[in-house]
């Protein structure tokens, strides 16, 4: 129960971490239009550079670390503190890099120093403490708080072209700041150290090996944007970000579960739980697959009309893209189970890296020539191919380690289930085409609830195990509230 708990919580903060910005993305897009959206998303990809290298893949050492020591309070504060300060002294070389790079590349000078106020906000993330710890109550709360004033603030002072700045700041103060908002539980969580005793440095090996994967990860995440920028235009780029930030809004829903299962699964690691460790990961795989096929389908039903319909006319590009790049949803649910779920948790670091570095390599080749050919769709496709490489090699690697055929037995259902429900809400959705944006959102959300009810009613023929294990659950909550 406490993982399900815990993925609602982080379900529910990701979610508003991301449908924030969407929901304030049709005001501000209008505002600043599609040069300013591409502004911001040039400086913020390669202000992501930076934040990389200054985080050396402490976030998911980190979170696996705490897990395998919070037994030990300790151990557990030691290591925290050790990580910690790793981390503060490779964010302070990163920033001086920065500086280096800006003063011979000046290009939206001004806009690059206000998102530096990211890579400082990287230096005092400790979410990783709370992950390690399976406590995402105090980071969703917190951070919550933090995201609604940042709304707040970009519908009160973004109000034209020349505001653009002003959008950036915003974002980036808003991370800073919640952020710092993690650490006054920092002094009941964890006991008192001697600083002199620490040896922040022999954390550094171990973080390199997983910063490998992380550089390959952000290829393909922020190189898209940046190949985007420097061979067609800053507005292309600002509209593969819109498609994407569509997608990833849809795939936070899914990979929610990668982040509280990480500490779950290396806990059961750490004890030598081997068969809890399989029995999780099938579990996951399972769920997963049940909501990222339909999820994949349903914005690939509705895309072409969602995307101009919250971006505005001129975002009118953004909605073929999105339905190409749904696929993604499926792809990286499936990657992220068994390379964030089972790969890291298990210290198998070198099949995991492998695979994202494929990944990254395929992006790389692809991007220039499909760029070149195909624009934005171009860099869509590149995308779509480094995650079927990801997912494919890792399963390739972990087939004579678990039960492949286990963790699909369910799958044709489940794609069963998503093409019947993609024919009826596209169907739906060609009919249900209005010139009043307020009843096209109306046929939005009636398009969505529809796709529930046909995909759910679907699976209730079918009887997936799922269906199964969610009636125990039921039936143990109800036995809780009995008693």
């Known amino acids: 129960m406490k993982v399900i708990k815990n993925y609602l919580y982080n379900v529910g903060y990701q979610l508003l971490a991301v449908l ?19 502004i911001n998303t040039a400086t913020n990809s390669t202000i992501q550079y930076f934040i990389l290298l200054g985080s050396i893949g402490i976030g998911l050492y980190g979170n696996r670390e705490i897990a395998y020591l919070r037994s030990n309070k300790q151990a557990m504060s030691e290591a925290f503190w050790e ?9 302070t070389i990163s920033y001086g890099a920065f500086l280096v790079y800006l003063a011979f590349c000046p290009v939206y000078k001004e806009y690059m120093l206000i998102q530096s106020l990211n890579l400082i906000a990287a230096a005092v993330d400790i979410s990783w403490l709370y992950m390690g710890l399976e406590d995402f109550k105090k980071t969703v709360l917190r951070n919550t708080m933090v995201k609604l004033a940042s709304a707040a603030m970009i519908f009160m002072f ?27 539980y920092v002094k009941k969580t964890l006991v008192k150290v001697d600083f002199k005793k620490l040896h922040p440095f022999r954390h550094f090996k171990p973080t390199i090996a997983l910063f490998i994967p992380q550089i390959a990860t952000q290829v393909y995440l922020v190189l898209n944007k940046t190949m985007l920028w420097a061979m067609v235009s800053s ?16 795939l936070t829903i899914v990979t929610a579960t990668g982040t509280v299962m990480l500490p779950h699964v290396a806990n059961a690691f750490h004890e030598g739980n081997e068969d809890e460790v399989n029995n999780l990961t099938a579990d ?16 690939a039903a ?6 101009p319909l919250f971006f505005g006319p001129q975002f009118k590009p953004v909605g073929m893209a999105v339905c190409l790049e749904a696929i993604v949803i499926v792809l990286i649910g499936w990657s992220n189970v068994i390379g964030q779920q089972y790969l890291l948790p298990t210290d198998k670091i070198k099949v995991y890296t492998g695979s994202v570095v494929s990944g990254a390599i395929v992006n790389l080749i692809l991007n220039l020539p499909f760029i070149y050919l195909w624009g934005l769709h171009g860099a869509v496709f590149a995308t779509v191919c480094s995650e079927i ?4 090699y890792q399963m390739w690697h972990v087939r004579k380690i678990l039960n492949l055929k286990k963790m699909f037995i369910n799958v044709p259902k489940y794609v069963l289930a998503g093409l019947i429900m993609f024919i009826v809400v596209n169907r739906v959705c060609m009919m249900l085409d209005f010139t009043s944006t307020f009843k096209n959102v109306l046929a939005i959300a009636a398009e969505i609830g529809l796709g529930v009810v046909v995909y759910g009613g679907i699976l209730l023929l079918l009887k997936p195990t799922i269906i199964y ?5 039921v039936n143990r909550i109800k036995n809780r509230k009995n008693n």
């Open 389 to 392: 490489v990801v997912t494919g």
């Open 83 to 91: 990580i910690q300060i790793l981390k503060m002294v490779m964010v």
């Open 469 to 473: 294990k969610a009636n125990d659950i």
């Open 235 to 250: 507005d292309v780029a600002g509209f593969y970000d819109r498609s994407d930030t569509l997608v990833k809004l849809v």
């Open 158 to 184: 973004v109000k034209d072209a020349n505001d653009t700045w002003v959008y950036i700041f915003v974002l980036a103060i808003s991370v800073l700041g919640g952020n710092l908002t993690l650490w006054p």
């Open 20 to 38: 924030l910005p969407l929901i304030t993305a049709p005001y501000v897009s209008r505002v600043i239009g599609a040069h300013g959206i591409g």
């Open 284 to 299: 996951s795989f399972d769920f997963v697959s049940c909501i990222a096929i339909p999820m994949f389908a349903g914005l």
């Open 302 to 307: 509705i895309g072409q009309k969602l995307a």
